[in-house]
Nanobody, 119 residues
Framework: QVQLRESGPGLVKPSQTLSLTCTIS??????????WSWIRQAPGKNLEWMGA???????YYNSSLKSRTSISRDTSGTQFTLQLSDVTPEDTATYFC???????????WGQGTQVTVSP
């Protein structure tokens, strides 16, 4: 069974770059047909898909965040990262990594990591 776990700083200052890592156990990021996504949920708001990395290495981004978002994978195939630049308090949210057979269907989720953007 594939398990996902997010890690990263819980507090980031405005204008900095947020960097989060999703560690995969029981699977590989190069598994055929799998899409690996980052999703967030701000307080009182709906889930927001931020972007994804597919097994071929291709990336997809939410158009509203594209200019500030970068998703990449490590060479071991067991981690992928999210970088969100120029953060503001509006980026305060719980951030999740997820896995699915498509980038709009999520079958496995990490437990989420809370990120607060504050001076």
């Amino acid at each position: 069974q594939v398990q996902l776990r997010e890690s990263g700083p819980g507090l980031v200052k405005p204008s900095q770059t947020l960097s989060l890592t999703c560690t995969i156990s029981g699977g590989s990021i190069t598994a055929s047909g799998i899409c690996w996504s980052w999703i967030r949920q701000a307080p009182g708001k709906n889930l927001e898909w931020m972007g994804a990395l597919v097994y071929t290495g291709k990336t997809y981004y939410n158009s509203s965040l594209k200019s500030r978002t970068s998703i990449s994978r490590d060479t071991s195939g067991t981690q992928f990262t999210l970088q969100l630049s120029d953060v503001t308090p509006e980026d305060t949210a719980t951030y999740f990594c997820a896995r699915g057979g498509s980038c709009s269907r999520f079958e496995s989720w990490g437990q989420g990591t809370q990120v607060t953007v504050s001076p």
